[in-house]
């Protein structure tokens, strides 16, 4: 018992290590969990998860794998797809058999298998795992077409190769005899409308519970998770692996409800999500055995270049003419498939059971669908940023700073931020208040930018980092709450913030950070600026050091953020290090020449003042 408790610890801790180097270092993360099950598996033998876990270990990863799907279709709204439904479709209905096709033919012809584990394997190599496509088009920040593209394809084709492997698994034990063509009808039928069904039947029957109130709020998340559990094995019940459909219909029904509490719950799966895809991938990667790696000779590795190639470049661009997807998005979708956890747990499942009915190199599916998976993953995972660059289907790298609340004070910091290189764009649901924005040429979002039509027009990520600037303190501190979970809440902040000891000031757990190091509110910053005060813009350089802005700064200049030459932005209020040698450091403060007359005003008025007490004390002891 203690020796399981160590290696499901050694497998959590890997994993997010993992996922947090992959972060850190700008790495696919799945190449690092492919290598830490390598490492924890094949080369030390410390992880042997069919021993290690017995019966259950196929049953868990079954669901994990539903977990995931079910998690990816949450992400799948239409409104998303409307300009590349078409591409969408003909991927599914025409690359996905004309892959099957192809790579079935390739695996007997070329990589020398029998027919009926070339056929299964070449239904099995339909799918394009989320589970890798979602954290690469995370880092990759493509454009948001070729991104939903890659997303869509993805999680429908998980379950649906999964369910052309049960077709062709069947079909075989047809041929063999020892199942009958009539039954293979009926199961296989009843098998997708069950599926279908008893999705679309279970999340009507989800938003029905929580919009009415029958579920309470902190039962919510775990009603669905348990749910999704219940369904996949109802299904699978049914027909083998059809569970994987039930759950991604389910997951795309929700998406597409009007829940109030679909966020929290969405983020909730993602938590559960990340944690199960290291874990099943670091799993899946230490089941594989030094026998079955070497099984794989130079036979393997041309069906493997025949795959990426030839029979998915060839799929694709012929089931997407005439889609209304440009070359480009083609191309990169024709290159970019790699294959995941899916892949691995079917070809497992089926490689076991062909064995079972005599198919003797049923054994080396497994090792052919991890070869497929590794070169993949470390091809796909390290080119897609680099050929969506130049393909012109990436988003521009600089991070950028989205600025919610239109005014003259905010229009001026736009302006000075685009002068500074920044991409940055204005929002607020009041025409008039973007008039001067869109006069100096600076993009605008006309519209409630907490609206679901924001979400699907303003892609989040690609602004790095969030200002509410609105009249409204309590406004400001919604935006930022609603964009600190996608943003991250050190890249949220907001004008007005007051000391959270006062009465009227908000939870520390709402709102964002401040932007300036003393509070100031909307109607004071409104009041600098009619005063003459002015956004400005300043490089520090060897002879201009950090200490020596900061002395020529006039009295009360609020400096607000630096933006660094590789076009890294560190607000000053959250920065841990001072900016240095050519970083260009943005304030907001009273022009020299100003400062010192408005000081010099101030001197007077106050000697004047001092001079009127004086003689008020001199005349009043007179009179005594």
């Known amino acids: 018992m203690d020796d399981i408790v160590l290696k499901l610890a050694v497998i959590g801790a890997a994993g997010i290590a993992a996922q947090w180097f992959a972060w850190r270092l700008q790495l696919p993360a799945i190449v690092l969990l492919l290598a830490a099950g390598f490492i924890a598996g094949p080369a030390t033998g410390f992880l042997d998860p069919a021993a290690d876990f017995g019966s259950i270990y196929r049953p868990m990863v079954s669901i994990a794998v539903a977990i995931i799907l079910f998690e990816g279709g949450l992400t799948l709204n239409f409104k998303e797809i409307r300009e590349t439904s078409t591409a969408v479709r003909r991927i599914i209905m025409y690359a996905g058999p004309l892959t099957w096709g192809m790579s079935a033919l390739a695996a007997h012809y070329i990589g020398g298998l029998s027919w009926p584990t070339a056929i299964v394997l070449g239904a099995i190599l339909v799918v394009t795992g989320p589970t890798v496509i979602m954290p690469l088009l995370r880092q990759a920040q493509l454009d948001a077409r070729p991104a939903s593209l890659l997303r869509w394809e993805a999680i429908v084709n998980d379950p649906i190769g999964a369910l052309f492997a049960v077709v062709a698994f069947e079909i075989i034990l047809v041929y063999i005899g020892l199942h009958e063509a009539d039954n293979l009808i009926l199961l296989l039928g009843g098998g997708f409308i069950a599926a279908i069904g008893l999705g679309f039947a279970a999340a009507k029957l989800i938003v029905w519970s929580f919009v009415r109130g029958h579920v309470p709020e902190f039962l919510k998340a775990p009603v669905l998770l348990a749910s999704v559990v219940a369904v996949y094995a109802a299904t699978n019940s049914v027909l083998e692996e059809s569970g994987l459909l039930t759950v991604t219909v389910m997951g795309v029904v929700l998406a597409n409800s009007r829940i109030a509490s679909l966020t929290d719950m969405r983020r909730f799966k993602e938590t559960i999500t ?78 076991t059971l062909l064995a079972d009915v005599g198919v003797e190199d049923a054994g080396r599916m497994v090792a052919f669908t991890f070869a497929v998976v590794v070169t993949t993953i470390v091809l796909h995972g390290f080119t897609l940023a680099p050929l969506a660059s130049f393909l012109g289907l990436k988003k521009a790298s600089k991070p950028g700073i989205l600025i919610v609340g239109g005014s003259r004070w905010s229009t001026a910091l736009a302006v000075k931020l685009k002068e500074a290189d920044v991409p940055v764009m204005l929002a607020d649901q009041n025409w008039n208040h973007l008039a001067e924005a869109r006069l100096a040429n600076i993009p605008v979002y006309f519209g409630e930018v907490l609206s679901e039509a924001a979400h699907h027009s303003i892609d989040p990520k690609r602004f790095s980092n969030l200002i509410a600037t609105g009249d409204n303190d309590a406004y400001n501190a919604l935006v930022c709450t609603d964009f600190g979970p996608e943003l991250g809440r050190s890249h949220v902040f907001q004008i007005g913030r007051v000391d959270e000891k006062a009465r009227q000031a908000l939870s520390f757990t709402l709102g964002g950070r401040s932007l300036t190091r003393e509070p ?34 006039p009295d009360g200049a609020m400096i607000l953020l630096w933006v660094k030459p590789s076009g890294a932005i560190s607000f000053a209020t959250a920065a841990s290090n001072s900016p240095g040698q050519n970083d260009r450091i943005l304030s907001f403060a009273q022009p020299k020449d100003e400062a010192r007359a408005a000081a010099a005003s101030k001197t007077t008025r106050k000697a004047e003042e001092t ?9 009043g002891k007179k009179r005594t």
Not at 328 to 346: F, H, K, N, Y
Not at 523 to 546: C, V, Y
Not at 611 to 619: G, P, W
């Open 274 to 351: 990340t944690l199960l895809v290291s874990g099943v991938f670091i799993i899946l990667t230490a089941s594989l055995s030094l026998d079955e790696i070497r099984s794989l000779d130079w036979r393997a590795a041309l069906f493997v270049a025949a795959l990426l190639v030839v029979i998915r470049p060839v799929a694709i661009m012929l089931a997407t003419i005439g889609s209304g997807a440009t070359f480009q998005e083609r191309l990169l979708s024709a290159w970019i498939a790699p294959r995941g956890v899916v892949a691995v747990a079917v070809s497992g499942l089926f490689g």
């Open 520 to 553: 100031v509110s909307f109607l004071d910053l409104r009041e600098k600026l009619l005063q003459g005060w002015t956004f400005q813009l300043t490089r520090l350089t060897d002879e201009f050091s950090w200490e020596d802005y900061k002395a020529s700064r």
């Open 611 to 619: 001079a009127a007490a004086q003689a008020a004390t001199d005349e």
